[in-house]
C-alpha cells in the first residue's frame, strides 16, 4: 500500500491534537460547553430537576479534550510510523505529512477559531512547501 494515505492521516490527526489542545485552554471551549448544555437541557434532560451542571461539565469537556490531544497524538505517530515504513523516503513522507498539516491547521483555525488567513501567512507555509519538496527532490536524486 501507498504511503500517501498514511501520511494523510497522520497530519490530520497532528492538526486535530493541536486544536484539542486550543479547546483545553481556550475560552471557545466555554461556549461550545453552554452550546452542548442547552442542547441536552433542552432535548434529553428536560425532566431532570434544573441544577447548576454547567461547573462539572465544564470540568469533563477540557478532560475530553485533553484525552483527545493524546489520542490524536498516538493515531499521528502510529499512522506516520506507518508511512515512514511504506515511503521509499522518510522526506516524502514528511512533506505530505507537513502539508497536510499546514492546510488542516489552516482551515481548523479558521472554522473554529476566527484566526485570520492572511495572504503573509499562505506565503510563508507554500515557502516552506516548497522547501521541503525540493529537499525531497534532491534526497531522491542523491539516492538514483
Known amino acids: 500500500m501507498s504511503f500517501i494515505p498514511y501520511a494523510v492521516l497522520s497530519g490530520i490527526f497532528a492538526s486535530l491534537s493541536s486544536v484539542f489542545a486550543k479547546l483545553f485552554s481556550d475560552q471557545r471551549t466555554e461556549q461550545l460547553h453552554d452550546v452542548i448544555l442547552a442542547f441536552l437541557n433542552t432535548h434529553c434532560f428536560s425532566l431532570l430537576p434544573a441544577m447548576d451542571q454547567s461547573k462539572y461539565s465544564l470540568l469533563v469537556v477540557r478532560g475530553i479534550c485533553f484525552g483527545l490531544i493524546f489520542v490524536c ?3 499521528m505517530w502510529a499512522l506516520f510510523t506507518k508511512a515512514l515504513h511504506a515511503a521509499p523516503s ?3 513522507t514528511t512533506t505530505v505529512n507537513g502539508a ?3 492546510s ?3 482551515l481548523l483555525g479558521y472554522f473554529i477559531f ?3 488567513l492572511a495572504l503573509s501567512w499562505w506565503m510563508g507555509a507554500s ?3 516548497s522547501g521541503t519538496v525540493l529537499l525531497s527532490r534532491t534526497q531522491k536524486q542523491k539516492t538514483d
Open 104 to 106: 488542516v491547521s489552516a
Open 73 to 75: 497524538n498516538s493515531l
Open 90 to 92: 522518510s522526506i516524502q
Open 100 to 102: 497536510v498539516n499546514f
Open 127 to 129: 515557502m516552506i512547501l
Open 114 to 116: 476566527d484566526e485570520p
